[in-house]
Nanobody, 123 residues
Framework: VQLQACGGGLVQAGGSLRLSCVAS????????MGWFRRAPGKEREFVAGITWSGSRTNYADSVKGRFTISRDNAKNTVYLQMNSLKPEDTAVYYC?????????????????WGQGTLVTVSS
């Protein structure tokens, strides 16, 4: 599976962005999908996950209530809607695919990774 993420950019605190990740090469609905991020000087961390059907989602506590993950299997795309952004959300965001049900929070369990898209939130 090849993953191409986009939608990052510079936004003021309190603003919104929507990230997209388009998959190609395999049957998209066979994969659970996740979003991770790596902030400057920090370890990569789980942000959100969604099952292969889109029926269930999970979130890191730090983004719960502000971010929403969704997918459109007809378009081979997973989204991350980010609202009420904070400066601490500044990071490179990565989409990832695992050939499993989904919702795993550990990065090594994911099989494929996108190239990352930078989100910068100014105060």
């Amino acid at each position: 599976v090849q993953l191409q993420a986009c939608g990052g950019g510079l936004v003021q605190a309190g603003g919104s962005l929507r990230l997209s990740c388009v998959a190609s090469g395999r049957t998209f609905s066979d994969y659970g999908m996740g979003w991770f991020r790596r902030a400057p000087g920090k370890e990569r961390e789980f942000v959100a996950g969604i099952t292969w059907s889109g029926s269930r989602t999970n979130y890191a506590d730090s983004v719960k209530g502000r971010f929403t993950i969704s997918r459109d299997n007809a378009k081979n795309t997973v989204y991350l809607q980010m609202n009420s952004l904070k400066p601490e959300d500044t990071a490179v965001y990565y989409c990832a695919a695992e050939q499993a049900y989904g919702l795993d929070v550990e990065a090594p369990l994911y099989d494929y990774w996108g190239q990352g898209t930078l989100v910068t939130v100014s105060s």
